[in-house]
């Protein structure tokens, strides 16, 4: 990284959490990216840093003899894994420096490049996190990939005089500035961390970030990420001046590293390398080298798709299903009759088979939950050689949700194409108040969205001319005031759009208030830069639902020193609907027939004592399953609506 003068002028980011109807998606991991990230070897690394990277108390990567012989372990590794090596010289105060460019030619796309890359000197120090740990996790990939073909050229650089001022990485891109380079990912610092589990991610590019943090999730086997805007401090940024797609991976608290740029970042400091989550940065590099770069990576796993797709909502009696088909892949050969559902309702995690419909065909077949409950899932199955495997495929870690209830209800809805009674409260706005407009400012260039988040036309947008980003501040948009009493399970849902060019202390805050406005509780506090991002809390996790609720969203650039623009859009509140819309479907296959049928007939009876509470098959609600709910079935029969 760049010297502490720079370092000064950003600030620590920290990850929101923010409630979801359904916290967990598919993953989107390809196998070739599981199966490489599978061979990332956590000793391997460890090795790496120890024995070939001079990151040892006393040792100088910066201008001392360690500098050079990093240099040549680094060609000597790269030459090892059969990649074709050179040393690219640049001159820096009229001495010559060299990086070392390791090239693995595509098969399909040889003149069309991707480059990984990292910086090997120091500022006068061991530099064991900086940078030896990103180098560490450029030689990984490198050993991995070089095995195996890929369509695209892949360039492992270890750049030099990084420390100084970006010099190596900046020659590179002069002196290859006719080379069709298509992305570039710098890693820079990826081995401090003391418990935030989480990657951070700088680019210009809100579609670099979310790919780039997509691989981390999927393949990292465990951390999240955080989109920090743009910083231009590392290797990544020649190429981004070159208009080449390039970002920089780092440590989520690379801000409050304490060893940074002393003689403390050392191997031997036992606060200094987090071995596993320098192994879980490296898993997620690699898997996203290979997707990018069509890496053909030999699989040998099972593969489980639903051709139904996975639902949102499960029905709260239970009994909604979901085809599950078990394929093998690569030689594995799945073993009938061994898929498992395995579910989490708040009580731990439980296990039951299947249905199976045919050979490695199944259905999962939701139980009862709890209307408004979240289930947690995710399905296993064996192979015919005892091997296990899940979906997602790091299950526990990940898994699937779904909210048991029939659907959503919107109980309000604002896209802002009329004034439904927001107010806007200015304190101290030079320019860039909040407005309801259609978005023209300049389309994006200067931080502001091109265009509402819902596709309506009009937003609320701070400013909506050219130059006209909010100046002072805060301008704060209030909501008028809804009436929840009587939905104590009440969401609120929003789009939400911030950018701030250098990542100072300016955030979008948004608050909740149950007293009509008279104190405000923050929901979430908004920084760096993203697209239209939606969010989503449940008002019972702050207070409970009464007539006085009332919402604002406060932006501010205070003190004036930087681009920021915000905007608000698809504005909801909304709750579950607990009613069931089909209540003769007792086996939750959305048909009315002759399986209900047969299962009144196996509820035959009387209900428990006391009655109400109504029990399963009793849909004349009488306390009673009999004739009359066969009567009932047969007047609901047919599909479900």
């Not at 391997?44 to 040549?72: K, S, V």
């Not at 030896?132 to 650089?157: C, H, K, M, P």
């Not at 007539?547 to 205070?558: E, H, K, L």
Request: glycine fraction near 10%.
């Amino acid at each position: 990284m760049l010297n502490n003068q720079k370092m000064n002028r950003w600030f620590v980011f920290a990850c929101v959490t923010i409630t979801s109807l359904c916290i967990s998606v598919a993953a989107t991991a390809t196998d070739e990216g599981l199966a490489a990230a599978e061979e990332v070897s956590q000793a391997i690394y460890y090795d790496l840093m120890d024995n070939w990277l001079y990151t040892h108390i006393g040792d100088d990567r910066g201008f001392g003899p360690e500098h050079d012989l990093a240099r040549d372990n680094i060609a000597f590794l790269m030459e090892s894994y059969g990649l074709d090596v050179a040393l690219e010289p640049f001159t820096y105060f009229g001495s010559t420096y060299y990086n070392v460019v390791g090239t693995k030619l595509g098969t399909l796309y040889p003149d069309q490049e991707i480059v990984i890359g990292a910086h090997y000197d120091s500022v006068d120090n061991p530099g064991a996190d900086d940078n030896a740990s990103g180098v560490a996790l450029v030689l990984e990939a490198a050993r991995i990939i070089s095995q195996y073909d890929s369509d695209y050229t892949i360039r492992f650089i270890a750049f030099d005089r990084e420390e100084q001022g970006l010099h190596g990485s900046s020659a590179y891109v002069d002196d290859h500035y006719s080379d069709d380079i298509i992305t570039m990912l710098s890693a820079d610092m990826v081995a401090y961390d003391t418990g935030s589990n989480s990657a951070l991610l700088y680019s210009r590019s809100f579609d670099y970030k979310a790919e780039l943090g997509a691989a981390i999730v999927e393949y990292s086997g465990g951390l999240s990420y955080i989109d920090g805007g743009w910083i231009g401090a590392s290797d990544h940024a020649p190429f981004d001046a070159a208009g080449i797609p390039a970002g920089l991976l780092i440590e989520a608290e690379v801000w409050s590293n304490p060893y940074y740029h002393t003689q403390q970042d050392n191997f031997e400091n036992p606060n200094n390398l987090n071995w596993e989550f320098a192994y879980r940065m490296t898993r997620g590099a690699v898997g996203w080298l290979v997707d990018k770069a069509g890496v053909q990576v030999p699989v040998f796993t099972l593969d489980f798709t639903f051709p139904q797709g996975l639902p949102e909502y499960v029905a709260p009696a239970g009994g909604t299903r979901v085809r599950v088909e078990v394929t093998g892949v690569g030689g594995e050969v799945p073993d009938p009759g061994t898929g498992l559902l395995h579910y989490n309702t708040g009580g731990g995690w439980e296990s039951i088979p299947l249905e199976e419909i045919s050979s490695n065909v199944y259905d999962i077949v939701f139980p009862a939950v709890d209307c408004t409950d979240e289930i947690l899932y995710y399905v296993s199955a064996e192979s015919i050689g005892g091997m296990t495997y899940t979906e997602p495929w790091n299950a526990p870690d990940t898994y699937f949700s779904a909210i048991s209830a029939y659907g959503l209800i919107i109980n309000f809805e604002d896209n802002f194409q009329s004034n439904t009674g927001w107010t806007v409260e200015n304190v101290s706005v030079q320019t860039g108040a909040w407005e309801r407009a259609v978005p023209v400012g300049s389309g994006g260039e200067r931080g502001d969205p091109p265009a509402d988040a819902d596709g309506s036309g009009m937003c609320y947008v701070t400013g909506n001319g050219y130059d006209e980003d909010l100046d002072g501040g805060p301008t704060r948009l209030i909501s008028p005031t809804f009436d929840l009493t009587t939905l104590p399970d009440a969401y609120v849902s929003y789009a939400r759009w911030f950018y701030n060019d250098d990542n100072d202390i300016d955030r979008l805050l948004c608050e909740i208030s149950n007293d009509d406005g008279e104190n405000w509780t923050t929901m979430e506090n908004v920084s760096g830069s993203s697209g239209w991002k939606t969010a989503l809390f449940r008002i019972s996790d702050f207070f409970t639902p009464n007539d006085q609720i009332r919402f604002r969203f406060s932006a501010t650039d205070n003190p004036n020193d930087s681009v920021t623009e915000a905007g608000i859009d698809a504005f909801f509140i909304q709750s579950y609907d607990c009613n069931n819309p089909c209540p003769a479907d007792l086996t939750g296959d959305e048909q009315v027939n002759i399986n209900d049928i047969f299962a009144v007939l196996g509820l035959w009876g009387e209900c428990d004592d006391p009655c109400p509470p109504y029990c399963d098959g009793d849909l004349t609600e009488d306390c009673t399953v009999n004739i009359d709910d066969i009567f009932a079935i047969l007047g609901e029969w047919g599909p479900c609506e």
